[in-house]
């Protein structure tokens, strides 16, 4: 038999279902009316089908009834009942189609019979197992689940439809299916009950479509007659949709489909297990349209910049904030106090490891990115920038579930780097086989160049700071459960060792220094990381009404960091010779080389914890109170110690240096809120959400400082010079919340809200401002106008606006000075300068949003596309606006001042497909686009412009872009073949050559699966477009006569001036030639996955095991002329820079995934 | 429960989230950073003489630089010494500088000098006010002497920078006025008027403050041609006081204003610098030595003596001998045989100075003047205001007396006597257009 699931008899059992009458006292839902209703024959003559109740399944009479009526016999005692019905199909020579969903073919029977009729024998056999029994057809009989009786027949020509649509999985009403005829847009969406009634539809079969986003669609055929009612059971499947996506937002857990924003939202857990991941910025990387993630450097335990939708500040930090589980807590990577870690390193060391990443990135189950003012309208002030919410993993009822990964790998410095030249001629001071540059010659210092030689240090093995860097990582989780506690308990290890290695040669030099003593291994491989991570969530249910989540996470890390920007500047002005210096720079006060740069030993230490304590609270269905208090603390303490007489150089001013600088910032945060939902008509639902959330954050810094310390000494005490600076701050920013938001019909959410806010840094004066929002969500497609259009799935329409805030610095408003110490008259005094001239006007920054979107799903949401558009306008934007030099500007703080409007527009788009689907083979991909256009909309009269050297704010142009004097031409007057800086034309005034943050971004990933995705293959590509970067490593090269176009003489005439306009003088002196537009692209990372068998690890009681071969920016096409385009050694400020910063590593490692 | 009681609730809930909302203020009260004084913290008697010596410290640091902006390493040319020195032959570089060389067409060269000296003005300012108000009974030398420094200030602007400088003030009430700017002939009465103030309860007493007042009352009447009424204010003076400024590599704060090892790493004492330059290192001239440190692009650097790299060091602002000098110009301006007197006796103070000789003309003898003036003062700032003197007041052209002719790299030098207030203030100051006059 059997053939459940053929369309033909599913079509023709469905129309046999369909064309019952209702019986005289039939109910509205004919579920209710199946399930509530006595055993209820019906005896019209007319009747064909019969509804039965659970107990007895009663078989109709009538036409072709007959073969009901055939005899058979049977004696059977507890046998399965597939083996009744195989009998009776035999004996009754009829078919008999069920399918084994529906009927227990194990439950075990016992009947005897005699020559009674089928119907007899079936009632007997069936009885008890809700299900009914139809004819269709002379010989055939199908078995379904039992349908309600049937309804009134409407007085009509035409017939009736009534129906319910329940949830396949569930088998509870599902309300606002649209459900209609198929090919026409009569239909309508089901009730809250589930129901729907179609009246007058045609006689004839007809093919009912019923669509909902969120769940698969499904047809049914049914076959009308005129003046009945036809019953329908429509059963949907949920559909792994996006739009079904639960997001976590100020208001509680809203699904995507519900929010008129576009919310970036990243699945951690499968991310983390495919791809190489070591911390947060490496998850969130090119996985969100509109979020730039900048690395900064090469070196382990390096931060990241993190952008969302460009820069909407001119001053001030554009980082977004972050929630973790409700709890705000500090990731600040570009301002504040407690942020830099080369304070302590006096600028020596450019990569400072980052909040953000502290997070530990296998603990984490989703990450939601909302992106700005219109999504993020209800945090209130700060929340300009976006919001990064971050949910950390629950654990899931059932038994323990313990996963595990070990990770190890390996860490290359592949790139490339320029060679260093150095012309050799006859000098007028030091004689024949001198160093001669071209301008040398030109100014007569020298006769001419003889010969070129060039070497790299960076290049050659024998010299090269580089070695092959490591990393192990390791990590455990448990979680499990019953209802009424759920728990998560996990933890990780990384231990790495970056690529900079000291070279043999710089061994033997220091040993030999030292007098033999050993050389620490600190000193040896001078950037490492370790880093240990907890986490621990534990959930009790109360019921229905209520549940308590606690949570956790305890981090350490510890950063050994120093030299990496200095080592590659000394080596690309080296000497040009292996035979010099071993190429190193031989020319400085002293040589620079690994065996000095190594010398000093900077650390930066964090520890870090976070708890938070939330509750729901259920008391009725219609209403829901959430809770949330947590804490977060971090500590950090960096240090620089150079011991004296490791110094030779003075690279840090002062032999014998140790800078101490400790820091901490502990946040205590408050999230209340209820949500009332309540129906208002039949079509429309009110949901009202009242909230209110207090943040206040404690940050401390201290930076102690000693010079000169005796030889052997360690401590402050014997420091020559001792100074101290202690810095201490608050912030609270307390705000409530209330939003409407109307549900029509369940596919139009229009929202309205206002959040009204106070923080520490307003004036007090200040009112408290009001952020509104509002936003609309339509599943257009959900309509019943909406025209059927084969191949597309669902339609979306969606459009939020909405303001936030960014306060001022604490002190903005306030003239403020500073505390010191001075030297007057021979001694020591207490002094009081002034620090800042404040600004009583101070108002605080707004920013408006607007967005509006479409997403769309096709070919049964195989694919789908999320376009969105933004326009974000910051008014009264602060500006740290520099004093006139009248005020004793640059010695003066900036005064804080609303300068203008800052304007980012922009689209994003992300497609994912999934074009081959098969147990075979499989192919998924994303592509995310976006695009970004920041502009200074305007400036304040009289602010004129902003500079902060090269970097400027003019209207029309983007923020913080970097401005030089152009070279106008150049003509070589003396025609000596080279360029003179005099010969050079450079413009007075600037022109803008770059801005800071990527104009255009696209990242793709794709993920090819093979036997049922045992074998699979990931691939990321990154993409940057018009970023302005500039390669000031090769500026100090060529500006030092290191280049090969500042000792060629054959070198042409357009690259000398470049080189020449850097030694033109001041302001005149321009590396207009070395500011890039630069476009990029990475082949970001590879993996290699294979599942292994489960007949095998099951031997080793493992239920699933991984292992997988990754490739870390294994490849990158770009024209940019220094090493690594992505590198920015000025990671604290907008503009970016690269002065010479580690490039990007290549890493290759291997990881095993287990189950238990 | 109905939907009229839900209601109820509802409204409840939002009315208390409106009154929640009323009281956000009390929940975001907190304390002031502990980095910063906010004005509260300071209207007290000891926080107004911290403002004082702030003041003190700040003029300190304009006579002795100032650290690189932008968290650079490294000591920038930023006190008006070494930049008024370097204008002139006192100072060169190893590398091409427009200071240096005499070019300025963009008019921001003084970038840095104007500042440091404009930040100890305004905190001068703000010293008077809050000593004045919150201080009555300290010392009435505290407000004179901070008269004083803004004198003095305002005289080494009028002797550096090009005609048309502002002076802004950081005013009461958190307000802040622009200035205007004021053309040299009005910052030298500006100065006098400050050097008056500054006077004016000392009477006849011969405090350090007084003497140093009446020097500058000397030295804003020299600028002005008034050698009669400047020779009298000098002739109080007695020769061996001296107003210093002073610094520390002891304290950190005050180290970090100025590190001659940082200086000449990139800076050298120039000797015959440009044609017109005198021989500051060759002449071996007892009162100017010389310690050669390094050598930076072939070019020896020579640093002065007298500015230790570690330890206490004192820099006179203004001293008697410049009363003797002054007094022997006004001598001189009168025909007074003895001018050459009065030189002779400060040349017997150092061993080893044989007694000057009439040159015979009149323009040999504001040469020899001048140039011992160069050589007593040397690295006090004196020299860029002496040179233009000689131009504005000597009529001498200034090719005779600046230095002239190849600079480095193949250029020539400029033709400047002054250097602008810095790009910046043409941007930030509404009231402010640039300089009004180039001349010297």
């Known amino acids: ?1156 | 429960m109905t939907i009229h009681s839900i209601r109820r609730a509802a409204l409840a809930i939002v009315a208390t989230g409106a009154m929640a909302g009323c009281s956000l203020g009390s929940l975001t009260d907190v304390p002031r950073p502990s980095n910063i004084l906010d004005p509260d913290a300071l209207q007290t008697s000891d926080g107004a003489i911290a403002m004082y010596n702030g003041a003190l410290s700040e003029f300190n640091r304009a006579f002795f630089g100032g650290q690189q902006q932008n968290g650079g390493s490294g000591v920038i040319p930023g006190n008006f010494a070494m930049a008024g020195g370097i204008l002139a032959d006192e100072y060169t570089l190893p590398s091409a500088d427009d200071i240096d060389q005499r070019t300025d067409a963009a008019g921001v060269s003084g970038q840095y000098t104007f500042p440091i000296m404009a930040v100890a003005y305004v905190n001068s300012g703000q010293a008077i006010q809050y000593l004045r108000q919150y201080a009555p009974n300290a010392p009435v030398a505290y407000t004179a002497r901070l008269h004083l420094n803004r004198g003095y200030l305002a005289l080494f602007m009028s002797e550096l920078f090009c005609s048309g400088v502002p002076l802004s003030e950081a005013a009461e009430a958190g307000k802040v006025i622009y200035g205007s700017p004021l053309s040299t002939a009005e910052l030298q009465q500006y100065a006098l008027a400050q050097f008056d103030t500054a006077l004016a309860p000392f009477g006849a007493d011969t405090g350090k403050v007084a003497l140093a007042a009446r020097l500058g009352q000397a030295r804003a009447y020299l600028g002005m041609k008034q050698y009669d009424k400047a020779a009298a204010a000098a002739g109080k003076v007695p020769t061996n006081f001296s107003y210093d400024a002073t610094y520390s590599t002891n304290v950190a704060s005050a180290a970090g204003y100025f590190q001659p090892g940082g200086v000449f790493a990139w800076a050298s004492s120039s000797d015959n610098e440009g044609v017109n330059g005198l021989p500051y290192i060759s002449s071996g001239d007892p009162r100017v030595k010389f310690t050669k440190v390094s050598n930076i692009n072939q070019m020896d650097i020579y640093q002065p003596t007298a500015w230790r790299s570690s330890g206490n060091l004192t820099i006179s602002v203004e001293n008697g001998i410049d009363a003797r000098l002054i007094e022997a110009e006004y001598l001189l301006s009168q025909g007074n045989a003895t001018w050459l007197d009065k030189l002779n006796e400060l040349r017997t103070r150092v061993t080893g100075l044989a007694p000057l000789t009439d040159p015979g003309t009149p323009a040999a003898r504001v040469d020899l003047l001048f140039r011992e003036r160069a050589f007593w003062l040397y690295g006090t700032g004196h020299r860029q205001g002496d040179l233009r003197r000689l131009v504005r007041q000597y009529q001498r052209p200034q090719s005779d007396v600046y230095p002239k002719g190849t600079y480095k790299g193949g250029f020539l030098y400029g033709t400047y006597t002054n250097i602008g207030v810095g790009l910046h203030e043409v941007e930030a100051n509404a009231n402010y257009k640039g300089c009004i006059d180039r001349e010297a």
Not at chain 1, 635 to 657: C, F, H, N, S
């Open chain 1, 1 to 1156: 038999m059997k053939i459940p699931h053929s369309p033909i008899v599913a079509a023709l059992v469905t129309a046999a279902i369909l064309v019952a009458p209702p019986p005289a006292s039939a109910q509205s839902s004919p579920l209710v009316g199946a399930a509530e209703s006595p055993v209820a024959t019906v005896a019209s003559p007319v009747t064909m089908t019969v509804a039965v109740n659970r107990s007895l399944p009663v078989v109709p009479r009538g036409l072709s009834a007959a073969i009901l009526d055939r005899l058979v016999t049977l004696s059977f005692a507890n046998v399965p009942l597939s083996e009744v019905l195989a009998e009776v199909e035999r004996q009754a020579r009829l078919g008999l189609s069920y399918s084994p969903n529906v009927v227990p073919l194990q439950h075990r029977v016992s009947i005897q019979s005699n020559a009674a009729p089928v119907r007899n024998v079936l009632e007997l056999a069936l009885q008890g197992l809700n299900v009914q029994v139809t004819m269709v057809g002379n010989d055939q009989v199908v078995i379904t689940r039992a349908e309600a009786p049937a309804k009134a027949v409407v007085d009509t020509t035409d017939g009736v439809i009534d129906g319910v649509v329940l949830d396949k999985s569930t088998l509870t009403p599902v309300p606002a299916v649209l459900v209609r005829l198929d090919g026409t847009t009569h239909g309508m969406p089901t009730r809250a009950d589930g129901t729907f009634r179609l009246t007058n539809v045609a006689p004839g079969t007809h093919v009912l479509r019923a669509t909902r986003l969120g769940f698969q669609p499904e047809e049914k055929t049914v076959i009308v007659q005129a003046n009945r009612t036809t019953n329908a059971r429509i059963e949907i499947s949920p559909a792994p949709l996006r739009m079904n996506d639960i997001i976590t937002t100020s208001s509680g857990t809203q699904k995507r489909l519900e929010l008129g924003n576009s919310i970036a939202t990243i699945s951690a857990d499968s991310v983390v297990k495919n791809a190489p991941v070591r911390n947060l910025s490496d998850l969130i990387a090119a996985r969100a349209p509109g979020v730039e993630v900048m690395t900064t450097s090469g070196t382990v335990g390096a931060g990241s910049r993190l952008r969302v939708r460009g820069l909407g500040r001119i001053s001030g930090s554009n980082d977004p904030i972050v929630i973790i589980d409700g709890v705000r807590v500090e990731s600040d990577f570009s301002s504040g106090l407690n942020k830099q870690f080369n304070k302590a390193s006096g600028g020596f060391s450019t990569s400072a490891s980052s909040r953000l990443d502290d997070i530990d990135p296998n603990s984490i189950e989703t990450i939601d990115i909302l992106k700005g003012p219109s999504a993020a309208t209800l945090y209130g002030s700060d929340a300009a920038n976006g919001v990064i919410v971050i949910t950390t993993k629950r654990g899931k009822a059932g038994p323990a579930r313990w996963n595990a990964f070990s990770e190890r790998g390996i860490m290359q410095m592949k790139a490339k780097f320029t060679e260093s030249y150095r012309g050799w001629g006859t000098s007028a001071v030091n004689g024949p086989d001198s160093p001669c540059t071209l301008l040398d010659v030109a100014a007569g210092r020298c006769t001419g160049i003889d010969s070129v030689s060039h070497f790299n240090p960076l290049n050659d093995s024998r010299t090269s700071p580089f070695g092959t860097g490591t990393t192990f990582l390791n990590g455990v989780d448990v979680s499990g459960g019953t209802d009424h506690l759920l728990y998560y308990f996990g933890g990780s290890t990384e231990n790495s060792v970056g690529v900079l290695k000291m070279p043999d040669k710089d061994l033997e030099m220091l040993q030999v220094r030292r007098n033999g003593a050993p050389i620490p291994e600190w000193q040896r491989r001078p950037n490492q990381f370790d880093k240990q991570a907890g986490t621990a969530r534990v959930t009790a249910n109360f019921g229905n009404t209520g549940d308590l989540t606690f949570s956790t996470a305890l981090t350490h890390q510890s950063q050994l960091n120093m030299a990496d920007a200095a080592v590659i500047g000394q080596a690309l002005q080296g000497s040009g010779s292996s035979e010099i210096n071993d190429g190193w720079n031989d020319q400085a006060t002293s040589t620079t080389r690994p065996a000095d740069l190594f010398a000093p030993r900077g650390t930066s230490d964090v520890t870090r914890g976070i708890v938070s304590l939330s509750g729901n609270w259920r008391p009725f269905t219609w209403l829901t109170g959430r809770s949330t208090f947590g804490a977060d603390y971090a500590d950090r303490t960096d240090e620089l110690y150079l011991r004296t007489g490791d110094d030779p150089l003075a690279l840090l001013g002062q032999d014998g240096k140790r800078n101490r600088n400790e820091g901490n910032t502990k946040i205590y945060s408050a999230d209340i809120g209820g949500t009332l939902t309540l129906p208002v008509t039949n079509f429309l639902t009110s949901r009202t959400t009242v909230g209110g959330q207090y943040t206040h954050s404690f940050t401390k810094d201290m930076l102690v400082q000693g010079t000169g310390l005796s030889v052997g000494a360690t401590t402050f005490n014997s420091a020559r010079i001792r100074s101290m600076s202690e810095a201490f701050e608050q912030i609270a920013t307390a705000g409530w919340y209330l939003e409407e938001t109307g549900i029509i019909n369940e596919r139009l959410y229009l929202t309205a809200g206002f959040r009204r806010d106070r923080g520490s840094a307003f004036g007090k004066n200040a009112p408290a401002p009001i952020y509104p929002k509002l936003s609309a969500s339509w599943l257009l497609s959900q309509e019943p106008f909406f025209p059927r259009i084969t191949s597309l799935s669902n339609l979306r329409l969606r459009a939020a606006y909405g303001h936030a805030g960014v306060q001022p610095t604490t002190t903005g408003a306030i003239r403020t000075y500073t505390p010191g110490t001075g030297f007057v008259d021979g001694e020591q005094v207490t002094t009081s300068i002034l620090n800042s001239l404040g600004n009583a006007d101070l108002k605080p920054e707004r920013s408006t949003e607007f967005e509006g979107g479409a997403d769309i799903s096709f070919l049964d949401d195989r694919v789908t596309v999320e376009a969105t558009y933004y326009r974000k306008l910051s008014k009264d934007a602060i500006a740290g606006h520099s004093p006139p030099n009248s005020f004793g500007y640059p010695y003066l703080t900036s005064r804080q001042e609303n300068v203008g409007e800052v304007l980012n527009t922009g689209t994003e788009f992300q497609i994912t497909a999934q074009p081959v689907a098969s147990h075979l083979v499989s192919w998924d991909f994303t592509l995310n686009l976006s695009k970004n256009r920041n502009e200074l909309k305007s400036l304040a009269p009289g602010m004129g412009l902003l500079r902060n050297g090269q970097e400027q704010y003019e209207v029309g142009y983007p923020l913080s872009g970097r401005w030089e004097r152009p070279i106008l031409g150049y003509n070589d007057a003396n025609k000596d073949g080279i360029i003179a800086p005099e010969e050079v034309t450079v413009g007075d005034s600037m022109v803008f050559v770059g801005q800071p943050v990527p104009k255009r971004q696209a990242s793709w990933t794709n993920s090819l699966g093979f036997l049922g995705n045992r074998f699979r293959v990931t691939a990321m590509l990154d993409y940057q477009g018009g970023l302005g970067q500039v390669d000031m490593a090769t500026v100090q090269r060529c500006y030092g006569g290191h280049c090969q176009a500042t000792v060629d003489p054959s070198t042409p005439l357009d690259q000398q001036a470049a080189i020449a306009a850097l030694s033109k003088p001041y302001p005149y002196n321009t590396p207009y030639y070395f500011n890039q537009t630069v476009s990029w692209t990475r082949l970001r990372n590879v993996t290699l996955s294979y599942e292994l068998p489960l007949s095998l690890v099951s031997r080793v009681n493992v239920s699933s095991a991984r292992i997988s071969l990754m490739g870390q920016n294994l490849w990158l096409w770009s024209q940019y002329s220094g090493a690594d385009p992505e590198v920015n050694t000025n990671p604290y400020r907008n503009y970016i820079i690269d002065q010479g910063g580690l490039p990007m590593t290549r890493n290759y490692s291997v990881r095993l995934n287990l189950g238990f």
